[in-house]
């Protein structure tokens, strides 16, 4: 499985954005998907994560509340919808995939595709 993450931009703060996880392949509802992000200068970090059949999802603290992970496993496709968009969520946003999803260290995924850039002005 490829995946590869789109629609990021640049918004001003308060502002949304959908990013979306297209994956190739036929195994995609079989794993669980996380989004990572990774500032200049930074540790890449957990961002949001679902489970295979989208019951189960868990968020960053700096995160919850604001953004929302869904997925479409007819589509192949997973989101991250980010409301409420701070100059601190500017960073190159990631998706993974995963076979568990209370393992939250980017070491423990793979099948990271380009990452989309995220910028927010204040």
């Known amino acids: 499985v490829q995946l590869q993450a789109s629609g990021g931009g640049l918004v001003q703060a308060g502002g949304s954005l959908r990013l979306s996880c297209a994956a190739s392949g036929r195994t995609f509802s079989n794993y669980v998907i996380g989004w990572f992000r990774q500032a200049p200068g930074k540790e890449r970090e957990f961002v949001a994560v679902i489970s295979w059949s989208g019951a189960v999802t868990d968020y960053a603290d700096s995160v919850r509340g604001r953004f929302t992970i869904s997925r479409q496993n007819a589509k192949n496709t997973a989101y991250l919808q980010m409301n409420s968009l701070k100059p601190e969520d500017t960073a190159v946003y990631y998706c993974?995939?995963?076979?568990?999803?209370?393992?939250?260290?980017?070491?423990?995924?793979?099948?990271w595709g380009q990452g989309t850039q995220v910028t927010v002005s204040s």
């Open positions: 993974a995939r995963n076979s568990d999803m209370y393992i939250k260290g980017p070491d423990s995924y793979d099948s």
